[in-house]
């Protein structure tokens, strides 16, 4: 049944391969279960696809893993993670060439089988806004995967910036015609920060979280300035 149900995840095309952690962790398919331990790596994936892809009889939000999705045979995109436990990570998907909006605009991380676990839908992109900068949650015990959730700050980020909008109170957005490829000129490529929380197989506490709470202050690509510019100032250079 592993097999069986994983077959779906090898016909999607993939996105992003990232390989960030060492590894001591021999799982590496996203839709096969395992324990960790603070410095394994840990294989998930971000499924890119239409809101409704995501739910069975149009009730049920299951994880991608669940062949009784359809998301092999629908307008879906596949990316795949590998960073380093309770290592506050920035994980990034180049939209130069990969446009969310035309894959559905909506996007859900998940990772197991038997201990399958999923986020709540995140909307992306659509034809008249894009978000880009996330910060998602993997939370364990025991080692065991048990949720991943999308923290939000209420558009704090970019409170006061004419040149955003806020979506539904929580996400910051720019306009999708101001996107590289799509008539614009502001790299809109889609940055998620990544922490931990809970306990590893050994009962040690996951403490990056906790981390990413006391930094929030802080912008996204400010963090990682050495990476790349805001994505704020690269956008106020263009307008």
Not at 3 to 15: D, E, H, Y
Request: proline letters at 3%; charged letters at 15%; one cysteine or more.
């Amino acid at each position: 049944m592993a097999l069986k149900g994983a077959l779906w995840l090898m016909m999607l095309p993939l996105v992003v391969v990232v390989v960030i952690a060492t590894n001591t962790n021999s799982v590496y398919q996203p839709c096969a279960d395992s324990k960790i331990q603070r410095s394994d790596g840990f294989t998930f994936g971000i499924a890119f696809s239409s809101r409704d892809s995501f739910f069975f009889n149009q009730s049920l939000q299951l994880s991608p893993c669940d062949h009784r999705l359809s998301l092999s045979s629908s307008n879906s995109q596949l990316a795949l993670f590998r960073p380093k436990v309770d290592e506050i990570s920035l994980l990034t998907i180049n939209t130069s060439s990969f446009f969310p909006d035309t894959y559905g605009g909506y996007m859900v991380a998940f990772a197991g089988r038997k201990y399958a676990a999923r986020s709540p839908l995140a909307f992306v992109a659509n034809s008249t806004y894009t978000v880009t900068s996330f910060t998602l949650v993997l939370e364990f015990q025991k080692g065991r995967l048990q949720n991943l959730y999308w923290k939000r700050d209420g558009c704090s980020s970019c409170k006061g910036n004419s040149n955003f909008v806020c979506l539904n109170k929580q996400d910051c957005a720019i306009r999708t015609s101001s996107c590289k490829g799509r008539g614009g000129a502001v790299d809109c490529s889609l940055g998620i920060q990544l922490a931990f929380s809970g306990t590893d197989k050994h009962l040690s506490v996951l403490n990056s979280w906790y981390e990413v709470e006391n930094l929030r202050q802080y912008s996204l690509y400010g963090l990682y300035s050495n990476l790349r510019d805001s994505l704020t100032s690269q956008y106020n250079k263009f307008l």
